[in-house]
DNA sequence: TGCTAATCAACAAGTCGTGCTAACTAACAG
DNA sequence: CTGTTAGTTAGCACGACTTGTTGATTAGCA
Protein backbone atom coordinates (compact mmCIF):
# COMPACT_ATOMS: atom_id res chain seq x y z
CA UNK A 1 0.00 0.00 0.00
CA UNK A 2 1.03 3.33 -0.98
CA UNK A 3 1.71 6.19 2.30
CA UNK A 4 -0.73 7.52 3.79
CA UNK A 5 0.35 10.94 1.75
CA UNK A 6 0.15 9.31 -1.13
CA UNK A 7 -3.00 8.22 -0.97
CA UNK A 8 -3.88 11.56 -0.32
CA UNK A 9 -2.81 12.56 -3.16
CA UNK A 10 -4.29 9.77 -5.00
CA UNK A 11 -7.50 10.55 -3.93
CA UNK A 12 -6.90 14.40 -5.00
CA UNK A 13 -5.98 12.88 -8.15
CA UNK A 14 -9.09 11.13 -8.79
CA UNK A 15 -11.98 14.14 -7.59
CA UNK A 16 -11.96 12.64 -4.38
CA UNK A 17 -11.98 14.34 -1.00
CA UNK A 18 -9.87 13.97 1.66
CA UNK A 19 -11.40 13.81 4.84
CA UNK A 20 -10.26 12.94 8.22
CA UNK A 21 -11.97 9.72 7.90
CA UNK A 22 -10.19 8.86 4.76
CA UNK A 23 -6.74 9.79 6.38
CA UNK A 24 -8.07 7.75 9.63
CA UNK A 25 -7.82 4.68 7.81
CA UNK A 26 -4.88 5.32 5.54
CA UNK A 27 -3.01 5.82 8.57
CA UNK A 28 -4.87 2.55 10.46
CA UNK A 29 -4.05 0.88 7.41
CA UNK A 30 -0.17 2.04 6.90
CA UNK A 31 2.45 -0.98 7.66
CA UNK A 32 -0.78 -3.21 9.33
CA UNK A 33 -0.01 -6.95 9.45
CA UNK A 34 -3.06 -8.06 11.46
CA UNK A 35 -5.30 -8.44 8.21
CA UNK A 36 -8.17 -6.92 10.13
CA UNK A 37 -11.63 -6.47 8.88
CA UNK A 38 -13.46 -3.93 8.25
CA UNK A 39 -15.46 -4.36 11.63
CA UNK A 40 -12.33 -4.40 13.36
CA UNK A 41 -10.59 -1.49 11.33
CA UNK A 42 -13.85 0.20 12.63
CA UNK A 43 -13.47 -0.34 16.34
CA UNK A 44 -9.76 0.80 15.98
CA UNK A 45 -10.87 4.13 13.81
CA UNK A 46 -13.85 4.76 16.25
CA UNK A 47 -11.47 4.75 19.47
CA UNK A 48 -9.84 7.85 17.93
CA UNK A 49 -13.00 9.00 16.00
CA UNK A 50 -15.74 8.45 17.95
CA UNK A 51 -18.80 8.86 15.46
CA UNK A 52 -17.38 7.38 12.83
CA UNK A 53 -19.92 5.03 11.07
CA UNK A 54 -19.00 1.24 9.99
CA UNK A 55 -20.71 2.35 6.81
CA UNK A 56 -18.07 4.80 6.23
CA UNK A 57 -15.06 2.09 6.67
CA UNK A 58 -16.64 -0.43 4.59
CA UNK A 59 -16.55 2.33 1.94
CA UNK A 60 -13.55 3.24 1.88
CA UNK A 61 -12.21 0.18 2.29
CA UNK A 62 -14.02 -0.77 -1.12
CA UNK A 63 -12.73 2.14 -2.58
CA UNK A 64 -9.07 1.24 -1.65
CA UNK A 65 -9.88 -2.07 -3.10
CA UNK A 66 -10.72 -0.68 -6.22
CA UNK A 67 -7.68 1.00 -6.74
CA UNK A 68 -6.03 -1.54 -5.74
CA UNK A 69 -4.29 -0.33 -2.92
CA UNK A 70 -5.17 -2.78 -0.28
CA UNK A 71 -6.21 -6.68 -1.01
CA UNK A 72 -9.75 -8.71 -0.40
CA UNK A 73 -8.91 -11.35 1.05
CA UNK A 74 -11.74 -13.80 2.06
CA UNK A 75 -10.60 -17.14 4.03
CA UNK A 76 -13.69 -18.51 3.81
CA UNK A 77 -13.91 -17.60 7.76
CA UNK A 78 -17.17 -15.12 7.89
CA UNK A 79 -15.88 -11.72 7.19
CA UNK A 80 -13.16 -10.17 4.22
CA UNK A 81 -10.00 -9.65 5.68
CA UNK A 82 -8.14 -6.64 4.18
CA UNK A 83 -4.70 -6.70 3.56
CA UNK A 84 -2.71 -3.39 2.52
CA UNK A 85 0.19 -5.75 1.64
CA UNK A 86 -0.63 -6.27 -2.30
CA UNK A 87 2.98 -7.48 -3.08
CA UNK A 88 2.15 -11.38 -4.90
CA UNK A 89 2.12 -13.11 -1.71
CA UNK A 90 0.24 -16.04 0.31
CA UNK A 91 -0.84 -16.12 3.14
CA UNK A 92 -1.22 -18.31 6.42
CA UNK A 93 -3.89 -18.93 9.02
CA UNK A 94 -3.90 -20.63 12.39
CA UNK A 95 -6.59 -22.54 12.52
CA UNK A 96 -7.01 -22.06 16.32
CA UNK A 97 -6.66 -18.59 17.24
CA UNK A 98 -7.56 -16.88 13.20
CA UNK A 99 -4.08 -14.97 13.06
CA UNK A 100 -3.23 -14.81 9.47
CA UNK A 101 0.49 -13.82 8.42
CA UNK A 102 1.55 -13.25 4.83
CA UNK A 103 4.18 -15.63 3.05
CA UNK A 104 6.37 -15.25 -0.19
CA UNK A 105 5.99 -18.54 -1.89
CA UNK A 106 8.82 -19.68 -4.12
CA UNK A 107 6.28 -20.05 -6.79
CA UNK A 108 8.71 -22.41 -9.16
CA UNK A 109 5.50 -22.23 -11.78
CA UNK A 110 2.99 -24.45 -10.29
CA UNK A 111 2.13 -27.44 -12.66
CA UNK A 112 -1.07 -28.97 -12.57
CA UNK A 113 -2.85 -31.42 -14.06
CA UNK A 114 -6.18 -32.23 -14.49
CA UNK A 115 -9.42 -31.42 -16.69
CA UNK A 116 -8.12 -28.04 -17.39
CA UNK A 117 -7.40 -27.99 -21.42
CA UNK A 118 -6.67 -24.58 -22.18
CA UNK A 119 -7.16 -22.28 -19.15
CA UNK A 120 -5.50 -19.52 -18.82
CA UNK A 121 -4.32 -18.71 -15.11
CA UNK A 122 -4.35 -15.44 -14.34
CA UNK A 123 -3.58 -15.53 -10.62
CA UNK A 124 -3.12 -17.97 -7.83
CA UNK A 125 -4.05 -17.69 -4.45
CA UNK A 126 -2.37 -20.08 -1.42
CA UNK A 127 -3.59 -20.47 1.68
CA UNK A 128 -2.18 -22.56 4.37
CA UNK A 129 -3.76 -23.82 7.49
CA UNK A 130 -2.67 -25.21 10.17
CA UNK A 131 -1.45 -24.36 14.44
CA UNK A 132 0.62 -21.51 15.02
CA UNK A 133 3.71 -21.16 17.43
CA UNK A 134 1.84 -19.57 20.01
CA UNK A 135 -1.02 -22.05 19.62
CA UNK A 136 1.36 -25.25 20.03
CA UNK A 137 3.23 -23.73 22.14
CA UNK A 138 -0.17 -23.14 24.69
CA UNK A 139 -1.42 -26.82 23.62
CA UNK A 140 1.82 -28.26 24.74
CA UNK B 1 -15.96 -40.04 -2.17
CA UNK B 2 -17.59 -43.37 -1.41
CA UNK B 3 -20.45 -44.97 -3.84
CA UNK B 4 -23.52 -44.57 -2.91
CA UNK B 5 -23.53 -48.02 -1.29
CA UNK B 6 -21.11 -47.67 0.74
CA UNK B 7 -22.92 -44.56 1.93
CA UNK B 8 -25.68 -46.19 3.25
CA UNK B 9 -23.10 -48.92 4.73
CA UNK B 10 -21.56 -46.00 6.92
CA UNK B 11 -25.03 -44.22 7.64
CA UNK B 12 -26.34 -47.30 8.78
CA UNK B 13 -23.14 -47.53 11.68
CA UNK B 14 -23.26 -44.59 12.36
CA UNK B 15 -26.65 -45.08 13.34
CA UNK B 16 -28.04 -43.00 10.81
CA UNK B 17 -30.97 -43.73 9.21
CA UNK B 18 -30.88 -44.48 5.47
CA UNK B 19 -34.20 -42.44 3.62
CA UNK B 20 -34.68 -42.28 0.42
CA UNK B 21 -33.53 -38.12 0.61
CA UNK B 22 -30.09 -39.06 1.49
CA UNK B 23 -30.14 -42.08 -1.14
CA UNK B 24 -30.85 -39.38 -3.58
CA UNK B 25 -27.93 -36.89 -2.30
CA UNK B 26 -25.27 -39.59 -2.43
CA UNK B 27 -26.77 -40.37 -6.29
CA UNK B 28 -26.76 -36.75 -7.65
CA UNK B 29 -22.82 -36.42 -5.67
CA UNK B 30 -21.81 -39.37 -7.14
CA UNK B 31 -18.70 -38.93 -9.59
CA UNK B 32 -20.34 -35.20 -10.06
CA UNK B 33 -17.27 -33.18 -10.83
CA UNK B 34 -19.81 -30.09 -11.09
CA UNK B 35 -18.87 -28.38 -7.88
CA UNK B 36 -22.59 -27.50 -6.91
CA UNK B 37 -23.56 -25.65 -4.30
CA UNK B 38 -26.34 -26.92 -1.78
CA UNK B 39 -29.03 -24.81 -3.87
CA UNK B 40 -28.07 -26.29 -7.14
CA UNK B 41 -28.10 -29.79 -5.68
CA UNK B 42 -31.35 -29.12 -4.57
CA UNK B 43 -32.75 -28.28 -7.74
CA UNK B 44 -31.24 -31.18 -9.18
CA UNK B 45 -32.80 -33.25 -6.54
CA UNK B 46 -35.94 -31.49 -6.26
CA UNK B 47 -36.66 -32.54 -10.23
CA UNK B 48 -36.19 -36.06 -9.39
CA UNK B 49 -38.23 -36.28 -5.77
CA UNK B 50 -40.99 -33.56 -5.88
CA UNK B 51 -41.08 -31.85 -1.95
CA UNK B 52 -37.80 -32.35 -0.75
CA UNK B 53 -36.71 -29.44 1.24
CA UNK B 54 -33.85 -27.27 0.58
CA UNK B 55 -33.03 -27.97 4.59
CA UNK B 56 -32.79 -31.55 4.27
CA UNK B 57 -30.01 -31.21 1.69
CA UNK B 58 -28.30 -28.99 3.40
CA UNK B 59 -28.49 -31.12 6.53
CA UNK B 60 -27.35 -34.12 4.71
CA UNK B 61 -24.41 -32.49 2.96
CA UNK B 62 -23.25 -30.75 6.55
CA UNK B 63 -23.59 -34.81 7.41
CA UNK B 64 -21.20 -35.68 4.81
CA UNK B 65 -18.85 -32.81 5.24
CA UNK B 66 -19.18 -33.97 8.65
CA UNK B 67 -18.17 -37.34 8.09
CA UNK B 68 -15.35 -36.60 5.49
CA UNK B 69 -16.87 -37.79 2.62
CA UNK B 70 -17.25 -34.72 0.35
CA UNK B 71 -15.35 -31.55 0.69
CA UNK B 72 -16.77 -28.33 1.92
CA UNK B 73 -15.12 -25.50 -1.09
CA UNK B 74 -15.45 -22.01 -0.65
CA UNK B 75 -13.87 -20.05 -2.78
CA UNK B 76 -15.31 -16.88 -1.69
CA UNK B 77 -18.15 -16.10 -4.44
CA UNK B 78 -20.98 -16.43 -2.23
CA UNK B 79 -22.09 -20.22 -1.74
CA UNK B 80 -20.12 -22.87 -0.51
CA UNK B 81 -19.57 -25.36 -3.03
CA UNK B 82 -18.95 -28.91 -2.40
CA UNK B 83 -16.77 -31.73 -4.16
CA UNK B 84 -17.31 -35.22 -3.43
CA UNK B 85 -13.66 -35.51 -4.50
CA UNK B 86 -11.59 -36.19 -1.41
CA UNK B 87 -8.23 -36.37 -2.82
CA UNK B 88 -5.75 -34.22 -1.89
CA UNK B 89 -6.15 -31.24 -4.61
CA UNK B 90 -6.60 -28.40 -6.09
CA UNK B 91 -8.94 -25.71 -7.91
CA UNK B 92 -9.13 -23.92 -11.29
CA UNK B 93 -12.06 -21.29 -11.45
CA UNK B 94 -12.93 -19.37 -14.45
CA UNK B 95 -13.58 -15.85 -13.29
CA UNK B 96 -16.05 -15.61 -15.89
CA UNK B 97 -18.39 -18.17 -16.11
CA UNK B 98 -17.73 -19.56 -12.88
CA UNK B 99 -16.48 -22.79 -13.45
CA UNK B 100 -14.55 -25.30 -11.18
CA UNK B 101 -12.38 -27.90 -11.91
CA UNK B 102 -10.33 -30.01 -9.89
CA UNK B 103 -6.60 -30.01 -10.33
CA UNK B 104 -3.58 -32.28 -9.14
CA UNK B 105 -0.50 -29.75 -8.31
CA UNK B 106 3.26 -31.03 -8.48
CA UNK B 107 3.61 -29.88 -5.22
CA UNK B 108 6.99 -29.74 -4.90
CA UNK B 109 6.96 -29.42 -1.13
CA UNK B 110 6.13 -25.33 -1.42
CA UNK B 111 8.70 -23.33 0.64
CA UNK B 112 7.54 -19.97 2.17
CA UNK B 113 9.31 -17.44 3.68
CA UNK B 114 7.63 -14.87 6.60
CA UNK B 115 6.67 -13.95 9.67
CA UNK B 116 5.88 -17.45 10.49
CA UNK B 117 8.43 -19.06 12.50
CA UNK B 118 6.92 -22.23 13.95
CA UNK B 119 3.87 -22.32 12.04
CA UNK B 120 3.10 -25.96 11.35
CA UNK B 121 1.46 -26.60 8.48
CA UNK B 122 -1.34 -28.67 8.03
CA UNK B 123 -3.25 -28.34 4.86
CA UNK B 124 -2.30 -26.01 1.95
CA UNK B 125 -5.46 -24.56 -0.15
CA UNK B 126 -4.74 -23.56 -3.88
CA UNK B 127 -6.99 -21.78 -6.33
CA UNK B 128 -5.99 -20.77 -9.74
CA UNK B 129 -8.20 -18.39 -11.29
CA UNK B 130 -8.31 -17.54 -14.92
CA UNK B 131 -10.31 -18.08 -18.03
CA UNK B 132 -11.51 -21.36 -19.11
CA UNK B 133 -10.89 -22.26 -22.97
CA UNK B 134 -14.59 -22.03 -23.45
CA UNK B 135 -14.87 -18.03 -22.34
CA UNK B 136 -11.42 -17.63 -24.17
CA UNK B 137 -13.36 -18.90 -27.36
CA UNK B 138 -16.05 -16.85 -26.42
CA UNK B 139 -14.46 -13.44 -26.20
CA UNK B 140 -12.18 -14.32 -28.83
C1' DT C 1 -45.60 -53.06 15.46
C1' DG C 2 -43.61 -49.28 17.87
C1' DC C 3 -39.96 -46.14 18.98
C1' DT C 4 -37.61 -42.52 17.26
C1' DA C 5 -35.25 -40.19 13.80
C1' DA C 6 -36.09 -37.73 9.69
C1' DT C 7 -38.63 -34.76 7.01
C1' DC C 8 -41.40 -30.88 5.98
C1' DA C 9 -43.35 -26.18 6.10
C1' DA C 10 -43.07 -21.98 7.86
C1' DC C 11 -40.93 -18.65 10.10
C1' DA C 12 -37.02 -16.56 12.33
C1' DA C 13 -32.45 -15.21 13.20
C1' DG C 14 -27.67 -14.29 12.38
C1' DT C 15 -23.74 -12.67 9.70
C1' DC C 16 -21.80 -9.84 6.23
C1' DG C 17 -22.31 -6.37 3.23
C1' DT C 18 -24.81 -2.99 0.58
C1' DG C 19 -28.75 0.20 -0.85
C1' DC C 20 -31.56 4.12 0.32
C1' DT C 21 -33.11 8.34 2.40
C1' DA C 22 -32.75 12.64 4.62
C1' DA C 23 -30.23 15.87 7.06
C1' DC C 24 -26.07 17.84 8.28
C1' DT C 25 -21.05 18.86 7.59
C1' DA C 26 -17.11 20.04 5.43
C1' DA C 27 -13.65 19.73 1.39
C1' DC C 28 -12.20 22.07 -2.35
C1' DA C 29 -12.64 25.18 -6.46
C1' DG C 30 -13.30 29.68 -7.86
C1' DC D 1 -14.57 33.42 1.72
C1' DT D 2 -18.29 31.44 -0.26
C1' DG D 3 -20.94 28.16 -2.83
C1' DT D 4 -21.27 23.70 -4.73
C1' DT D 5 -21.22 19.18 -4.00
C1' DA D 6 -19.27 15.12 -2.08
C1' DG D 7 -18.98 12.84 2.14
C1' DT D 8 -20.77 11.40 6.49
C1' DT D 9 -24.19 9.91 9.59
C1' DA D 10 -28.27 7.47 11.54
C1' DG D 11 -31.58 4.56 10.70
C1' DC D 12 -33.92 1.27 8.40
C1' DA D 13 -34.09 -2.20 5.01
C1' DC D 14 -32.85 -5.90 2.07
C1' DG D 15 -30.30 -9.63 -0.03
C1' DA D 16 -27.58 -13.85 0.02
C1' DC D 17 -26.39 -17.78 2.55
C1' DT D 18 -26.98 -20.78 6.27
C1' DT D 19 -28.75 -22.51 10.52
C1' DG D 20 -32.19 -22.72 14.40
C1' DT D 21 -36.91 -23.74 15.98
C1' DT D 22 -41.41 -25.62 16.29
C1' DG D 23 -44.95 -28.74 15.53
C1' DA D 24 -47.00 -32.03 12.74
C1' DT D 25 -46.41 -35.97 9.78
C1' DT D 26 -43.86 -39.81 7.80
C1' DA D 27 -41.20 -43.69 7.68
C1' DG D 28 -36.73 -46.43 8.85
C1' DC D 29 -35.34 -50.04 11.37
C1' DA D 30 -35.00 -53.09 15.49
Redesign the pocket.
Known sequence: MKTPEELVARF?EQG???????QLIFRLLNGNTAHP???TLYEVAAEQMP???L??V???L?ELSAMGEVQHIDLGS???RFDPNVDDHHHVVCSTCGVVHDVYVNQTPLRFEGDVEGFAVHSTRIVFSGECAQCAHLSA
Open positions: RYKVTPQRTAEGISRTYQTSGAV
